[in-house]
């Protein structure tokens, strides 16, 4: 039986921008953060440019990009804006994610089923600029199957039904993130999966041997306040070893 890839851990920095601009100045510093979580163990830092720029700024993006050695996955929306942006940086990845101006935090997946004529020469460009492009979906089939059809080498499941459910209903939601990680490998593409999770809720989502990467930030960030967000890292990462050597 062949043993599941390593899985990566993806720290998401986003909420650490939001506190030092609740104050305005430089601190605390997103690139700092960045700094500890590779050395506490993250694979790649994250990093979600919103339109409204309530957290991340676009100076942040290129010092990220100037100062981090690990791989950088730009979170942005699916807009002219932002794909300047991102062909102008290259960062290692783009991962497109729906943006309301109105939310607090990303709300579901993109529809790439129903979006498809504006998603796919986007893909394209990203793509052919050599960046990874991943898109953040709900674990739902005909997602995927769209997914594959535009192009996109990487699918990012949406794991806040499941962080946020409770019993019958969270193996419930548990079970189509499986389903689709499964899926995922079927149609070859490298599968992901982020949103919510916690020290609680990722032992079983790291334990599904199709995935290859998990993205974290807000709780990381939360949790860094009480131990330290080396601390916390190094512990989300041995969650998830255990997890995937069980």
Known sequence: MTAPPFLRLGVNIDHVATIRNARGGAFPDPIRAAQLAVQAGADGITAHLREDRRHISDGDIARLRAEIAKPLNLEMAATEEMVA?????KPHACCLVPERREER???????????????????RRLVGAGIRVSLFVEPDSGQLAAAKAIGAPVVELHTGAYCEAQGAAQ???????????????????????????????????AA????????????LVGEAIFVGFEVAIRRMRQRMDEARRR
């Open 85 to 89: 942006i991102a062909l102008k940086h």
């Open 105 to 123: 935090t990303t709300e579901g997946g993109l529809d790439v089923a129903g979006g498809r004529a504006h998603l796919e020469p986007i893909v």
């Open 171 to 205: 193996a419930a939601q548990l079970a189509r993130i499986e389903a689709a990680a499964a899926q995922a490998a079927r149609l070859g593409l490298e599968c992901h999966a982020g949103h919510g999770l916690a020290y609680e809720s990722v032992g079983p989502v």
């Open 208 to 219: 599904i041997p199709t995935l290859v990467e998990l993205n974290i930030g807000h709780f």
